[in-house]
């Protein structure tokens, strides 16, 4: 009850301010620096480096919105947003975008007036248990103790998974991810259930990797998204065409690398009209046409950015899963540039 | 008789026996012992049982500190420095020093940080001791101005104007109050609102113009760390002293009106966590501001946490206030003093030496509750610590951060209280 009347004081107010601030292109290039939600630190995703420059995945897709608006991916001024005061800080128009690893679902789309703009990572919820358990599989997790961190949706679903699955489980209340690896390891719980992500980040940084094993059963879906404010239709386009043209550009083989050689003009019409070589894609967004060169000179197309920040030659070391391109059996699709 | 007395006593002592040391049991550090730690069979137990709890805490964290690596990139170098070994890595002090002090302030701009602390310090020193010099007051009072051009830069004419708004303020008391007390008070609060609203910003204007001085801009969301901390902590702590004597006048004051707003105020306040006006200052406020204006969040915080340091700090003082004998009002009215003479030299003098332990609760209270701007996003120590285990090199660190910060904030919290305790000793609180 609580929490739906705060919901719909938020969306109130989000609805005001989305009237208000329409305007967010001309403000971003007015201001000459993308405010970007991301979040305080986590592992692969956001976190400031000892040059206290941010650095990881969420940071480079804010990163090449800031090249395609402004011709600088390093004019971001990355806004730290918790779990609690994101979306307010998107709807108030503190942040002019959120990439903050939050999962789409239908109130936050519909109900809070927030527009995803896509999934740039699939993630779901799994489960982390010590290899001297001898646990092959979440079925086998009658009894245990689960360390579960409050307030979130994995929460909900584990509930729903034991249930369903007629087990019974003994939740060990927990705040923050680095708590849970200190319960974790501490023996406080059999079990640690978060993202699969989040897992591998954490397994990761464990003396002993080795000696954990992350179980195969995956109990949700997470699409984890960009987000923006609901009434805004230039700026939706621009972050969402933004991903898609990195997402693209990983299909098409576009690299940093190769990226303004590309751009000279190819064979390939779909590459031509994508880097502006050919038609007027840019202009339609309310951009010049080299918009998405700048986007994928950045950090590199959606796998360069995958294999830099989380993935398998990374310390997180994140297989690409149901993140490959749809070409290589994944979800990433990116719709035609045409 | 005398004879019978030296038949019967075998031996007459006639020298003094030379002076002997007390029985081993009854001196040094034995008599210390059995008087203090086993002086009676519960004691003894007791003091075998507190013996068994040091020891253990020392095995179980001697070693883990002793082995301490202080120099490493990421915890992978520390754990193969340790090879296997139990041990603290400290090296992501060494290495995220500076984060954990300023934040994302720019490092080659460090030194105004480091040099407005320093002046803290110069300027704290005469309201602390009052055997310094009289005149170093006046650089305290220019010390905020000047602290807040060291740390955010701009302009320089920007600081300066808002002084010159005291100094209207100052002037138009002079002046009036040759005609009327009570209008001198007025003008005293009119003529700097004035000054700030229609004319310190074309002052600006004109002087920036002219003659263009100041420092390079710092934007506050390039604070962080300890510095945020402070900037947090020392300003509420120097605001919330003065706000929270004037709310507590305010209680006790006779005029309706003033003492209703003291009292919804406090009352408000102190009915309310402070985690919720954090969270109003960072979500709501901006809902209710026109779009596009960028009130800054720093200054949002600041505002929120004086006022809720103000509520509590008005209670201590009204408990020192409540504390005077009814004569000390009397005697004062008897002299002849108007209220503000009578409150400056009679009542405040004895009521804030009575509430001096309560004041500094608040204020090492305050200093530590900076710590919650953790769950607003802006990344103070706690918040960096966390921001800092996001970097893969330092994933999966955790008591060394937490050790650091506890630290620091012990050495501050540690400095108030001493320092308290010397104010106490030199006024004589309790009539010893």
């Not at chain 1, 992350?214 to 699409?223: F, Q, R, T």
Request: aromatic share 12%; net charge negative.
């Amino acid at each position: 009850m609580k929490k739906s009347l705060f919901v719909g004081a938020l969306a109130a107010t989000s609805l005001v301010a989305g009237i208000a601030q329409a305007q967010t292109l001309q403000a971003v290039k007015d201001r000459g620096e993308l405010n970007c939600g991301v979040s305080t630190g986590l592992a692969g995703f956001s976190a400031p480096d000892a040059n206290g420059v941010w650095q990881g995945f969420d940071v480079a897709k804010c990163r090449a919105v800031a090249a395609a608006v402004l011709d600088d991916p390093m004019a971001v001024n990355f806004v730290p947003t918790t779990g609690q005061t994101r979306f307010s800080a998107l709807a108030s128009g503190e942040v002019d975008m959120l990439a903050r690893n939050s999962t789409w679902t239908f109130t936050r789309d519909i109900d809070l007036r927030l527009t995803f703009v896509g999934t740039n990572y699939y993630d779901g919820q799994g489960f982390m248990v010590n290899r001297e358990l001898g646990v092959s599989s979440a079925t086998e997790l009658d009894g245990a103790t689960v360390c579960i961190q409050t307030g979130t949706t994995t929460e909900l679903n584990l509930a729903d998974y034991f249930r369903a699955n007629g087990m019974s489980y003994e939740p060990v209340p927990i705040e923050t991810n680095a708590e849970a690896q200190q319960q974790y390891l501490a023996g406080a719980c059999d079990v640690y259930t978060t993202d699969v992500s989040g897992l591998a980040a954490t397994r990761a940084s464990f003396e002993n990797p080795g000696d954990h094993v992350i179980l195969p059963e995956v109990i949700s879906k997470e699409p984890l998204g960009p987000v923006v404010r609901d009434g805004d239709k230039e700026w939706e386009g621009i972050v969402r065409w933004t991903l898609f043209a990195l997402i693209a550009a990983e299909e098409l083989g576009i690299t940093s690398a190769n990226v303004s050689e590309l751009a000279q003009g190819t064979d390939s019409p779909e590459i031509n009209r994508l880097l502006g070589s050919e038609g007027d894609l840019g202009a339609m967004l309310g951009l010049d046409s080299e918009w998405a060169v700048r986007a994928i000179s950045a950090a590199g197309n959606y796998g360069e950015i995958f294999s830099a920040t989380i993935g398998d030659q990374t310390p997180i070391g994140l297989a690409r899963g149901l993140n490959a391109q749809w070409t290589q059996g994944g979800l990433m699709y990116a719709p035609p540039f045409r | 008789m005398s004879n019978i007395e030296s038949h019967t006593i075998a031996y007459v002592r006639d020298t003094m026996i030379p002076e002997q040391d007390p029985p081993i049991t009854e001196s040094g550090a034995i008599k210390w012992l059995r008087d203090n730690l086993f002086s009676g069979w519960l004691n003894t137990v007791l003091t075998l049982l507190s013996l068994l709890v040091i020891w253990w805490a020392i095995a179980a964290i001697g070693p883990w500190l002793w082995n301490t690596v202080w120099n490493a990139g990421s915890l992978r170098e520390c754990r193969e420095a340790l090879g296997g070994t139990s041990g603290a890595c400290f090296a992501v002090i060494n290495d995220r020093w500076h984060q954990l002090m300023f934040g994302f302030y720019p490092p080659r701009l460090y030194w105004r940080p480091v040099l407005a602390f320093v002046l803290l310090f110069v300027a704290l020193s005469p309201i602390l001791f009052t055997n310094l010099p009289r005149k170093l007051l006046y650089f305290s009072a220019a010390y905020p101005f000047i602290a807040y051009h060291l740390l955010w830069g701009g302009s320089i004419w920007l600081p300066i104007g808002a002084a010159l708004g005291f100094v209207a303020g100052i002037v138009a008391f002079a002046i009036v109050r040759k005609i009327n007390g009570l209008a001198a008070i007025f003008a005293a609060v009119i003529a700097p609102v004035f000054w700030w609203l229609f004319l310190a910003g074309p002052f600006d204007a004109t002087m920036s113009s002219i003659l263009p001085l100041g420092l390079e801009f710092v934007r506050s969301d390039r604070f962080g760390g300890f510095l945020i901390s402070l900037v947090i902590g020392v300003t509420g702590i120097s605001l919330s002293l003065p706000l929270g004597i004037l709310l507590a006048l305010g209680r006790q004051s006779d005029m309706v009106f003033v003492k209703s707003v003291c009292v919804i105020f406090i009352e408000f306040i102190r009915g309310v966590p402070l985690i919720t006006l954090l969270f109003t200052a960072s979500l709501l406020l901006n809902y209710f501001l026109p779009p596009g204006t960028s009130f800054d969040l720093i200054l949002r915080v600041i505002i929120m946490v004086t006022l809720f340091a103000a509520a509590y700090m008005a209670e201590v003082i009204r408990g020192g206030l409540a504390a005077l004998p009814r004569g000390q009002y009397e005697a004062a009215d008897a002299l002849g003093l108007d209220y503000w003479k009578a409150q400056r030299l009679i009542i405040m003098p004895q009521a804030l030496k009575i509430s001096i332990p309560g004041i500094v609760n608040t204020f090492i209270g305050l200093f530590k509750d900076t710590t919650l701007v953790v769950f607003i996003g802006l990344l103070d120590p706690i918040g960096l610590s966390n921001a800092i285990r996001a970097d893969t090199d330092w994933q999966g660190i955790y008591w060394e951060l937490f050790i650091f910060i506890g630290a620091l904030f012990f050495v501050f919290c540690f400095g108030i209280s001493r320092y308290s305790m010397y104010l106490e000793r030199k006024l004589k609180t309790d009539h010893r």
